[in-house]
C-alpha cells in the first residue's frame, strides 16, 4: 500500500504534466495535397476556393495584365510561372500548395515544413516576437514564429520578397501572412491563409486542405541540369546536348 | 500500403490532368503533340537528373547509319512514383522509343512511350498524356 500510493501520485503528476503537450496535435509527417486532382473531396475537408485578390485601385492594373499573359500560357499549356522554369523555388505563400508532398518536422520549440520541389524549407520558431518587416533580410520564405492556439497552430511571417508573388500578385515588402493551422481529422490537415498587405483593400483569405501519406519518403530535388530556356519571344526552349 | 500504392497511381495518371493547370511544371508546349516519331536504337546516356530525366540514344536513321537524339522525361520523383528508377535503362540497351518531337526541328522530343530489351513497354507519365498523337 504504502509502495503503490506513491506510484499512483506520480503517475497522476506525470499525466498532469503531460497533458499541456497531448492538447496539442502532432502533425509530424508527410503530406500531400487533398483532393488530389479528378478526386472529388469530402465537403468537410475540402479547400475553400482562392478567390481574386482585393488590390486597391493603384495596383490593379498590374495584376489584371499579369492575369492576362497568365490565362494566354495556360491555354498555350506553358507554366503559370516562371520561377519552376528558371528552377527557382515558389517561396511562401506559393510552396503551401507546391507541386509535390510536403513534410513537416515538428519539435516544441521550431517546426520546419519541407515542400519536395526544389527541397523547400521554412522554419517555424515557437513562441518568439515577430520582427518588423523591415528588420529582417526579403526571402523567399521570410520570417515565420508560430504560437499554439488550443489544437491550431498559428504562424506568422513577414519580410517576404516583393519579387516572390503568389498567382502573379504584387505586394510591398511588409506583406503579412497568417496562417491558422490544425488537424480536421487524424490524416486532414487544414492551413487557412490570411494575406494582409498595403496593397490590399482586404485581407486575401483562403485555405488548402492535405492529406497524410501513409509509408513516403520525401525525395531529393536538386535542379542540377535545366536544359530548358525562355527564348526573347517567351517561349520555353529546349537545349540539346550539354 | 494498398492503398498508398493505388493513390500514386491515381496521382500520376492526374498529375498530369493536373486539372490546375496553374500547377503545370515545365512547358511541354515546346513539343509537337499533333504528331510522333518512333525510334529504334541503342542508348548512350539516361540521365536521372531533375528538373528532369534526359534520355539519349542512337537511333537507326534506316540508312545504315545512326542519328543521336535527346529526349525529355518529367522529374526522378515522378518517375520514381510511377516505377522506374535510375537502373530502368542503361547505356547499350537496344530500345524502342515514341516520342513527341521538337517544334524547332532539334534531334529530339518529349519521352511518351519506351520499349524496354525485355519487351516490357513503360509510360513515363507525360502531364496530359492524353494530348499528346501517337501517330508513328
Given amino acids: 500500500m504504502t509502495t503503490i500510493l506513491p506510484a499512483l501520485l506520480l503517475g497522476v ?34 479547400p475553400t476556393p482562392i478567390p481574386d485578390p482585393q488590390l486597391k485601385p493603384e495596383h490593379r492594373a498590374e495584376w489584371e495584365a499579369g492575369q492576362k499573359i497568365l490565362a494566354e500560357r495556360l491555354r498555350e499549356g506553358q507554366p503559370a510561372g516562371d520561377n519552376y522554369v528558371h528552377c527557382i523555388p515558389d517561396g511562401m505563400p506559393a510552396m503551401m500548395m507546391g507541386m509535390f508532398p510536403m513534410e513537416v518536422f515538428q519539435r516544441a520549440e521550431q517546426i520546419n515544413i519541407t515542400q519536395e520541389a526544389f527541397n523547400q524549407t521554412r522554419r517555424i520558431y515557437m513562441n518568439q516576437t515577430l520582427p518588423n518587416w523591415d528588420e529582417v533580410d526579403p526571402s523567399f520564405y521570410g520570417r515565420s514564429v508560430g504560437h499554439w492556439e488550443g489544437d491550431t497552430l498559428v504562424v506568422e511571417t513577414t519580410g517576404i520578397k516583393e519579387n516572390v508573388r503568389f498567382r502573379w500578385t504584387p505586394h510591398s515588402g511588409s506583406m503579412k501572412i497568417t496562417e491558422r493551422i490544425r488537424l480536421l481529422a487524424p490524416d486532414i490537415l487544414q492551413d ?5 498587405d498595403a496593397y490590399l483593400e482586404k485581407p486575401w483569405t483562403y485555405s ?24 526573347p519571344d517567351g517561349n520555353t526552349r529546349l537545349k540539346i546536348g550539354k | 500500403m494498398k492503398f498508398a500504392r493505388e493513390h500514386y497511381l491515381a496521382a500520376l495518371a492526374c498529375a498530369a490532368t493536373l486539372a490546375a493547370p496553374l500547377h503545370a511544371h515545365h512547358s511541354f508546349a515546346m513539343f509537337d503533340n499533333t504528331r510522333s516519331v518512333t525510334l529504334h536504337g541503342k542508348v548512350t546516356e539516361y540521365q536521372w537528373t531533375n528538373p528532369h530525366v534526359y534520355l539519349d540514344i542512337d537511333a537507326e536513321d534506316g540508312k545504315g547509319g545512326t542519328k543521336h537524339y535527346t529526349m525529355e522525361m518529367t522529374s526522378p520523383n515522378m518517375l520514381h512514383r510511377g516505377g522506374w528508377s535510375s537502373r530502368t535503362i542503361k547505356p547499350g540497351d ?3 522509343a ?10 529530339g522530343g518529349l519521352l511518351l512511350q519506351l520499349t524496354l530489351p525485355n519487351g516490357k513497354t513503360m509510360l513515363p507519365g507525360v502531364p496530359n498524356a492524353q494530348r499528346y ?3 508513328s
Fill in chain 1, 13 to 46: 503528476g506525470l499525466a498532469g504534466l503531460a497533458a499541456p503537450a497531448l492538447a496539442q496535435p502532432d502533425f509530424s509527417g508527410t503530406w500531400e495535397r487533398y483532393p488530389a486532382p479528378e478526386e472529388t473531396a469530402d465537403p468537410r475537408y475540402a
Fill in chain 1, 192 to 196: 487557412q491563409i490570411s494575406i494582409d
Fill in chain 1, 208 to 231: 488548402y486542405s492535405f492529406r497524410r501519406m501513409q509509408d513516403y519518403k520525401l525525395q531529393e530535388y536538386i535542379c542540377e541540369d535545366n536544359r530548358e530556356y525562355v527564348d
Fill in chain 2, 94 to 96: 537496344v530500345v524502342t
Fill in chain 2, 98 to 107: 515514341v516520342m513527341s518531337p521538337l517544334r524547332d526541328g532539334q534531334p
Fill in chain 2, 133 to 135: 498523337k501517337i501517330t
